[in-house]
């Protein structure tokens, strides 16, 4: 073991995962624009402004990307920008994501392509988006735009990102757009999301038999702050269903869980040709009789564990792990459409990244159908409610200037790419910590 080296399959996809209203900047007409312009929603005020100026020149990015050796990158289709007002297509921003894919084929960075993450046309935003049911159809319209004018480039799909997540921030817990708090809409809007999946789904295969199409979940862990408790064990539990379950069971089983509903949901069965894991943490969960708005559930730290910038939770490498393992049940391919961590000093992020690739590896040890890691993120850019604060970059950027920097963990990951593999000189060189525990003996 002592010099072990981790290699992975001669075809794996290493990539990095972005989104649009991210990096793209002046994206002035979805809510997120709007909401960042209300005193007091975004961390110090800050807005995603020009971003990462991904509509005016992704390119530059996209030769740093090749220039790391990647062979893969998620992007998202910025729904507004295509469809600025209802039934109006704009065939200009078409032809710019035409062209951006075309580049990422050029560099040989295989796209993968996410039609809705996070943001909605301010038109539908208006309309109550994903409360209103009228929403599935619509976005079933807009992808087959898209698929019209992309399909020959683009194979793989990714219908819809973090619906879970969506649907917790912007209506259960009043951190994202619409900022409601509201147990009666979030079940709505996640069911809503889960139709439009497979709307899209179904369209897609439509137009383009051969495409392969999933959705990115978040799957974060809920482990009982004390696995002695039963009330521990048992919010735990109810988490792990509401975040996670919930939406595996509906478009995998064709079944509405509880709290989300219960019973059939047989049209969303089976509406996935691969899923999308986006890996980040994991909560310690104890039982709160106060804590109603969170199912009786509270987050506790894990004593002794590594914390990460920004309360953003514990580094929990294993947690990747246990999330594929779980994931392979359903036996599809599994893509890691995104890990990474805020670590704006990088004084973690080579760690946590060798530490993730590690339990990845492990995993592919197991026979488990991984087919590509996407690290989040490429380059610092606007970070949702927590604004320019988090920076999940391999690059610095100063969102002021434009200007960009390696960091440490760039030149790791390029490494790692190009070998194809985690070796000993790389865990030496960029976390000697780590020895002991990857390479005993
Ligand atoms: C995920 C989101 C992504 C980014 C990372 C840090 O939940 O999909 O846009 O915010 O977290």
């Not at 004084?347 to 993730?356: E, K, M, S, T, V």
């Amino acid at each position: 073991m002592a010099n072990a080296t981790f290699h992975f399959p001669p075809d794996f996809k290493w990539g990095v995962a972005t989104a649009s209203h991210q990096v793209e900047g002046n994206n002035d007409n979805n809510q997120w624009w709007a909401w960042e312009q209300e005193e007091g929603r975004i961390k110090q005020n800050h807005k995603s402004g020009v971003a990462c100026d991904w509509w005016a020149n992704a390119e530059t990015d996209f030769d740093r990307a090749a220039d790391m050796g990647l062979n893969a990158l998620r992007l998202s289709i910025e729904w507004s920008r295509v469809e600025p007002e209802p039934g109006v297509f704009d065939a200009q921003a078409l032809d710019r994501y035409r062209e951006m894919i075309k580049g990422l084929r050029q560099r040989g960075l295989e796209p993968l392509v996410t039609l809705h993450h996070f943001s909605n046309p301010l038109w539908l935003e208006q309309q109550g988006a994903w409360i209103n049911d009228g929403c599935i159809a619509y976005f079933a319209r807009y992808v087959e735009r898209v698929a019209n004018v992309l399909g020959d480039q683009v194979d793989l799909w990714c219908t819809i990102n973090e619906p879970n997540v969506y649907t917790t921030l912007s209506y259960l817990q009043g951190l994202f757009p619409p900022g409601e708090q509201n147990f009666k809409a979030a079940r709505t809007v996640l069911g809503n999301l889960l139709k439009g999946h497979a709307a899209a789904y179904r369209a897609l295969h439509r137009l383009q038999p051969a495409a392969k199409v999933g959705l990115a979940h978040n799957l974060r862990i809920f482990d009982p702050a004390n696995p002695q408790s039963l009330a521990d064990r048992l919010v735990a539990a109810i988490q792990d269903v509401g975040f996670n379950r919930a939406t595996l069971n509906a478009v995998w089983k064709g079944w509405w869980t509880l709290p989300f509903g219960f019973g059939p949901a047989w049209s969303l069965r089976r509406t996935l040709d691969w899923i999308g894991l986006n890996y980040y943490t994991r909560d310690r969960v104890a039982f709160d009789a106060g804590a109603r708005s969170t199912f009786f559930g509270r987050s506790q730290r894990t004593p002794g564990a590594e914390l990460l910038d920004g309360g953003y939770g514990e580094l929990y490498p294993e947690g990747l792990y246990r999330s594929l393992t779980r994931l392979a049940r359903m036996r599809l391919p599994i893509y890691i459409t995104e890990n990474g961590i805020p670590d704006s000093d990088d004084d973690q992020r080579p760690a946590a990244l060798l530490l993730h690739l590690h339990q990845t590896w492990r995993a592919l040890q197991m026979n488990l159908p991984i087919k590509g890691y996407y690290h989040w993120t490429l380059i610092d850019n606007f970070e949702w409610a927590e604004g320019w604060t988090l920076r999940f970059g391999l690059i610095e950027l100063n969102p002021e200037t434009g200007i960009r920097k390696p960091r440490r963990s760039a030149n790791l990951y390029t490494a790692i790419v190009r070998g194809n593999a985690v070796t000993p000189a790389l865990i030496d060189a960029y976390a000697p910590r780590l020895r002991d525990r990857l390479l005993p003996g």
